[in-house]
């Protein structure tokens, strides 16, 4: 069982970055299942109903999200109506939209959990641990991959620390730069603390580069532009099961930059 998890997607350069890779990956060897995170999607920031479409169009099928679950208001019209679009779980119980999903693939049970952090989110959400642990207590899946979309990289390995063993992998998103650091932890459970992202190579965060330079250099409020041309970079990674035990065997980070006339 081969799963793809696919980093922040950030604007249209992310969008036609990944719709080139999933092809290319897929051509190559088998993949089961694909999750992307889909937070940044539409002009780097929130999802469109119709951008979400372009993604089930490739090939991904689950789409996460984070902290900009709502920058685009229209989401609340169609996140009911979409069981692989999942918010955070750890979000107050009236937002629209579920958290956590199990998937049947080819007979294995695959759950998708999303959650926010806490540290340095500015975020009013539910303690993300006792979450989990409410997930948990209910779940029969075979595999159980958490997305969890945080800044600091001591509360995504506390996560990991905290649940070894209950899930199968703790991947980190938000940060858009790719950690180094595949950890398997002592009783089985995977954890990175960020996957990367999916956007423009030559720009901060897949942001107009002097845009994020001009706000960190002179505290003015800025508009953050997404970058739209140039290479394109992809970091995602691949999770391979045991067909038997569902344990994970193999965790391949990709990092990939892409010529612009290449995608």
């Known amino acids: 069982m081969n799963i793809l998890f696919i980093g922040d997607i950030v604007g249209s350069i992310g969008r036609n970055v990944v719709a080139t890779m999933i092809e290319k990956i897929t051509s190559e060897e088998p993949i089961d299942f694909i999750i992307a995170n889909g937070e940044n999607v539409t002009h780097g920031k929130g999802l469109s109903e119709d951008h979400f479409n372009e993604l089930l169009d490739m090939g991904i099928d689950v789409v996460t999200l984070g902290n900009h679950y709502a ?16 918010r955070p779980a750890n979000l107050h119980d009236s937002i629209p939209g579920i958290g956590s999903n199990v998937f049947d693939c080819n007979g294995v049970k695959i759950r998708v959990t999303n959650l926010l952090g806490t540290a340095f989110m500015n975020m009013n959400v539910n303690n993300p641990f006792d979450t989990l642990q409410n997930i948990i207590n209910e779940d029969d899946s ?7 979309h945080a800044e600091a ?14 899930v199968s992998a703790v991947i980190g998103t938000h940060t858009h730069i790719q950690t180094n650091d595949v950890h ?15 956007g423009a190579f030559d720009s901060i965060l897949g942001v107009v580069s002097k845009d994020v330079v001009t706000k960190s250099w002179t505290g003015l409020p800025t508009i953050f532009n997404v970058k739209e041309d ?3 970079i992809f970091q995602a990674l691949i999770l391979s099961f045991d067909d038997k035990t569902f344990k994970c065997v193999d965790i391949r980070p990709i990092h990939e930059v892409l010529l612009e006339d290449t995608f």
Do not use: S
Not at 154 to 165: C, H, N, Q, R
């Open 230 to 232: 140039g290479e394109g």
């Open 71 to 86: 920058a685009k208001k229209d989401i609340f019209n169609f996140i009911d109506r979409y069981e692989c679009l999942l």
């Open 184 to 198: 398997l932890l002592p009783k089985g459970t995977i954890i990175m603390a960020d996957v990367g992202m999916c």
């Open 153 to 166: 990289t001591g509360e995504k390995y506390a996560l990991g620390y905290a649940f070894d063993g209950e």
């Open 142 to 148: 075979d595999i159980h991959i958490v997305d969890f």
